[in-house]
């Protein structure tokens, strides 16, 4: 049997980011009740723990390739079962993180993981992130978000670049040659305040899957009209 410890640790390493024995025990912790609360309801369709590791665990730690998270303020848009938000917040525990999700039987799991966890400077919050961005506790407040949703990027943007601060970061996890999509994102970027900086491409450790990280640099406020209900940004996308 595969020993999920060393996978872990081995596949950070690779990454450049070393994990403590506290981390692996906690992300033990975090395999299991995902597992387990699995079996109730559609969080994960990834079943198998090396998977789990491989595919969620170390997919999630490659940002560390994109960004500094130790003491920053985070915040993890669509968060889902807790990728990428959760991890990181296990391998950077100085940072301060927000785990945002629309559905509360999400955030009612990410809840009971970092209560059973014992995890301080985290937070899992039900909400939209269209409604969050115009909310002065949230809009414009964080130093990083991150988001690893299944969503085109000019919308990702809209979602995303008003709870940044200026100076700050939006890191859009994506799949293949985001190429086609990051142009097409452009103008969305740059009217919500954003500078295209760089995609960082990585190899999730063990596995054949290469993966990219678009890093967008907060340059200036965003406009107050910005960000519009979801179904506006999708009839009409910032072009």
């Known amino acids: 049997m595969e020993n999920l410890d060393t996978l872990l640790r081995t596949g950070a390493e690779a990454l450049d980011c070393p994990l403590t024995d506290e981390a692996l025990r906690q992300f033990r912790v975090y395999a299991e009740m995902l597992l387990d609360a699995n079996r109730h ?17 170390l997919d999630s730690l490659a940002l560390g390739r994109a960004a500094a998270f130790d003491g920053k303020r985070i915040i993890d848009v669509g968060t889902g079962a807790g990728f990428p938000g959760l991890p990181i917040k296990l391998a950077w525990p100085n940072c301060s993180m927000t785990l945002l999700d629309s559905l509360q039987k999400r955030v009612s799991f990410l809840t009971g993981i970092c209560d059973a966890l014992h995890l301080s400077g985290v937070t899992a919050l ?62 969305a970027i740059e009217a ?48």
């Open 126 to 187: 039900q909400g939209r992130a269209e409604e969050l961005g115009r909310e002065e506790t949230h809009r414009e407040v964080y130093d990083i978000a991150l988001s690893r949703a299944v969503a085109r990027l000019d919308l990702l943007a809209e979602l995303c670049l008003p709870l940044v601060k200026p100076g700050g970061l939006f890191l859009a996890m994506k799949t293949g040659d985001a190429g086609a999509e990051t142009l097409e994102a452009a103008p």
């Open 41 to 57: 309801m559609n969080l994960t369709a990834v079943t198998a723990p090396a998977d789990i590791y491989r595919r969620h665990f």
């Open 192 to 239: 919500l305040g954003g500078r295209l900086d760089e995609t960082v491409s990585y190899q999730v450790p063990d596995t054949d899957a290469v993966r990219g990280i678009v890093v967008i640099e907060k340059i200036r406020a965003t406009p107050d009209t910005y960000p519009r209900r979801f179904a506006k940004m999708q009839k009409s996308p910032i072009r």
